[in-house]
Structures are given as C-alpha cells and as structure tokens.
C-alpha cells in the first residue's frame, strides 16, 4: 500500500528547481555528454526499480545526470542537419499544452489554437487560404499525410478507394534525387512500395529538369493507354528547399506539368517554406499557391520543439477518406452535435480522422505562441538573417585561397570545403574535409554536418538556430581554416 505516490499537485517549485539545471545546460559550458560517459551511464544503468524513490529524487537525477549530459544540438555553433533546439516560448506552451490539453479533443482554447495557428502558417507562407491544415509529429508523418492524399485523390478518379481496397495499380511518385528519403518511406507505407518514386534529373544546380519531367509524365502516360490495368502518376514531388543544399525547385514550371497531366502537385517545405519571408528568395516561390499540398516543419527554422510537422491540403476531405478509421462505438457515442454547452460535448475538429494519429500532443498553442512572440516581422527577420549569413560564409570561402564554394547559397545552407594550394602534391580532398569536420566535432565550437554535391564531399552549415548568430558563421569559417591547416601541416610532416 501507499506506493503510487506519483506527486500531481503543485508544480511550481519543481519547476523552479528543473529550470535552474535547464538555465546552466543553456550556458553551453558542460562538456559533450560522452566526454563524461562512464559517469552518467554508471549512475543511470540501473535495473528496474522495485521500489520508487519520489519525485524529488528524480527532478534531481534529471537535473545532475540527465540534463547535464543532454544534446549539443541546441548550441548556437551546431549548424548539423537542419536542426536546432526550441526556443523558450515553444518549451513553456508545450509544457503548458502537456499539463492543459492532454489531448487535441474538445472545445477548448488549445483545440481552438490548432487550427488558428495553422491558419496563421498558411497566411505567413502565402498559401491559398483554401488550404487546411493538420499538424503531426514532423516531416516524415507530414510527408505521409500529403501523400496519402494524392494516393486518395488519384484513385479515386478511376473509380477505386484505396485507403479501403487497398493500391491495386503500380503507382508513381515524381522527384529528384535530392528529395527527403521520407518520401520513399511514404510511399512504401501508403502501399505503393519504394520503387514507385521515380528519380527525375536535375540540373547543376540540383534543381528538378522540368524537361526530364514531362519526359517521363509522357512515357507513362502512354504506358496508361496501351493497357489500363498498368501504371497510376499519383504525385510530383517538388522541393522548397532540399536537405542537402537548401535548392528550390522550379516550382511554378512543374506546377504547369502538373496541371496538364492532371497529378497532384506537393511541395515538401519542411525545412524551407519559411524561406519565402525573406524578399530575396521570395520569387523562387513563385507556384507555390497552386500546389496541392505543402507540408512545413514548425521544429525547424520556427524553433518549435521536435515533434512538430504541418500538412496543408486544398480539400481536406480528401485526408478524411484517406485516413479514416471509420465510425467507431467509442469516440462518437460520446458526444451530441446539437446544444452544445460543454468543451467534451463535441470532440471538435476531427483531427483524428485526417491523419495517423489519435492521441496527441496540443502543438498548435506551441506555434500559436511562437509567432504571437515575435511576430511575422520577428521570423522574418531570423529567416533572412540566417540566409544571409550563409551567403557571407560563401564570400568568405571565396575570399580565403584554401576554401572553395561547392554550392551557391540559395537558402540558409552554404557547402564549402577545404582545398589544398599545395601544388603538386594530390590530395584526396574528401578524406581531407571529412578529416577537418571530425576536428570540428570533436573541438564542439563549431558544429556543421557534411553533404556530397556532385562526388565532392562539402562542410555544411545550416543555419536555422534562434540563438546562431553572424559571429558564429565567421568562427566557423575560422575553425574550418584552421582546422584544414594543422591537417595539411600535419600531412607534410609525415
Ligand atoms: C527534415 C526534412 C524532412 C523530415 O522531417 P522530420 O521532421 O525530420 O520528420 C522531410 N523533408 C525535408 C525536405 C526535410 O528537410
């Protein structure tokens, strides 16, 4: 007896103690977790505990061992991936949403700021007001979600509902190269297995051949002729902003291919639909309105906590057939559509029913308070701020003899490397970029990830951090010098 002594009373005090652990973690000056490995997993390797030690004990423990040994990626000189650590209004609403608003469910002010903040997503990235939304825990759901659409929309007309008869034709999904590798996963779990996305050339650039693409709608289309029973185009997959190197794809080009061949048209912003803030970039979106679903990852460049990803479709309808569970005895039951006078009388917008989930988090009180913080004014500002110092690390790469620029800056991320002026002597110079950004890592200032472009492997900051800065471009400039020098010195002394 006198066991379940979970404490669900007053928080405030735990906060206070949780937040001075979480205030010093965000100093940056604790040593990367596995310098410290044997320590933290020494204490935290336990067996399951009979026995609970409370709560005290435990805001403790998170405080000293699990905090103190947490992520570098919230550090401003981490530049990895395309990922970066919430800022502080993020963290406090999703807190506030995990106490508040356990589910997305009723008519409640959380319920009601899910679809208020998607409708301020829309607007900020200039969709079609048309477009309704669905959050879902990042990129790779919101990418499912968008595509299960098409797959919907496709069959449908001709005649078939797959999300209940299941994919009874080879399907084909449209992209370059350079697309998320979760469109792939996507297609495989909507049932029309990996090999249905179909690689479309690109061109120096890395930007989709709008060419090579009616080239391959054409080909299928005929295939389609000569025997109906053979391939479904479901979906052309667009980039606004790829992974690898930020590169838009010529959006409004393929918008028109889609229109004539009659294939849902998707762009996948996750990371770079916010780009289209910044005025410099903004003509590169030109097309974006007449795509049929876009997706967006609030977690990336808004500063979101990770778990966030949004889906904008122009019929949502579509993602209700898509994705339904059907009628079921115990969700509708419960609720009346007439008189309604309590939050649990209606279960609100049926979220469930657009997507993969039903339990989940409120997220969007979390986007709700990232953009009622700062404003459209304020991510526009980060936004153009990080592009911008993408383009001064490519001047600088243009201006050191050693450095080469690999990829134009065409968003926040800029590919440079580390080349040799050492005539005459052959210098592998993948084995040596890879070499300097192990340096990097390990050094933890400076903190970028790498990208191949065309066989050369590049230094790849991308900027998206709240809290990264101009001087953390240019100190990673520096480190990436000095780096490739000691290395080169070090090869000549050998
Ligand atoms: C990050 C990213 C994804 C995947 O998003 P997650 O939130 O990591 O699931 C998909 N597409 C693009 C273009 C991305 O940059």
Redesign the pocket.
């Known amino acids: 007896m006198n066991d379940d002594r979970a404490e669900c009373g007053p928080l405030s005090q735990r906060l206070r103690e949780l937040g001075a652990s979480l205030d010093q973690y965000l100093r940056f000056e604790h040593p990367d977790a596995m310098s410290r490995y044997a320590d933290w997993h020494g204490v935290l390797a336990q067996t399951l505990p009979e026995k609970g030690v409370g709560i005290e004990q435990v805001v403790g423990e998170l405080g000293a061992t699990v905090i103190a040994n947490g992520s570098t990626i919230p550090n401003p000189g981490c530049t990895s991936f395309?990922t970066t650590g919430a800022t502080s209004v993020g963290v406090l609403a999703s807190l506030a949403g995990s106490v508040a608003s356990p589910q997305r469910i009723g008519l409640t002010a959380f319920n009601y700021l899910e679809e208020l903040s998607l409708e301020w997503l829309a607007e900020m990235f200039e969709l079609p007001s048309a477009m309704k939304g669905l959050y879902s825990?990042?990129?790779?759901?919101?990418?499912l979600v968008a595509l299960g659409a098409a797959r919907q929309w496709a069959f449908e007309r001709i005649g078939i509902d797959p999300s209940r008869d299941g994919v009874q034709r080879p399907c084909r999904i449209y992209a370059t190269d350079a697309?998320?590798h979760?469109v792939h996963r996507a297609a495989a779990v909507l049932g029309m297995g990996r090999k249905a996305v179909i690689s479309i050339a690109a061109d120096p650039q890395g930007r989709m051949c709008t060419e090579a693409l009616r080239q391959q709608l054409q080909a299928d289309l005929h295939k389609g002729e000569e025997n109906n029973r053979d391939v479904l185009p479901v979906a052309i997959v667009a980039?606004a902003?790829?992974?690898n190197a930020g590169v838009i794809d010529p959006l409004n080009e393929i918008a028109q291919l889609a229109k004539e061949f009659s294939i849902w048209f998707h762009v996948?912003?996750?990371?770079?639909l916010p780009g289209i803030l910044d005025p410099r970039v903004r003509p590169l979106y030109e097309g974006l309105a007449k795509a049929d679903s876009v997706?967006v990852?609030p977690?990336?460049w808004l500063g979101a906590p990770v778990g966030i990803?949004a889906t904008f479709v122009r019929d949502r309808s579509l993602l209700n057939r898509a994705f339904t569970q059907e009628a079921s005895d115990y969700l509708e039951g419960s609720v009346t559509d007439d008189n309604i006078q309590h939050s649990m009388d209606s279960l609100g917008i049926p979220y469930n029913d657009f997507g993969v989930e039903l339990s989940a988090p409120s997220r969007g009180a979390v986007v709700w308070a990232l953009i009622r913080e700062i404003g459209k004014k304020g991510m526009r500002e980060r936004v153009c701020r990080h592009n911008a110092m993408a383009r001064r690390v490519a001047e600088l790469a243009r201006a050191h003899p050693n450095l080469q620029v690999v990829q134009e800056p065409t968003l926040s991320i800029c590919c440079f490397r580390y080349i040799s002026d050492d005539d005459g002597v052959e210098c592998d110079l993948n084995a040596l970029n890879k070499q300097i950004h192990r340096k990097l890592v390990q050094q933890g200032r400076s903190i970028p990830s790498t990208a191949v472009i065309n066989g050369m492997l590049a230094i790849r900051p991308c900027f998206v951090g709240a809290r990264t800065c101009w001087e953390h471009a240019e100190q990673l400039v520096e480190d990436v010098i000095a780096a490739g020098n000691e290395l080169v010195r070090g090869e000549r002394s050998d």
């Open positions: 395309i825990s990042g990129g790779s759901v919101a990418n697309s998320h979760t980039n902003g790829t992974t996948d912003g996750a990371y770079g997706i990852d977690h990336k990803g």
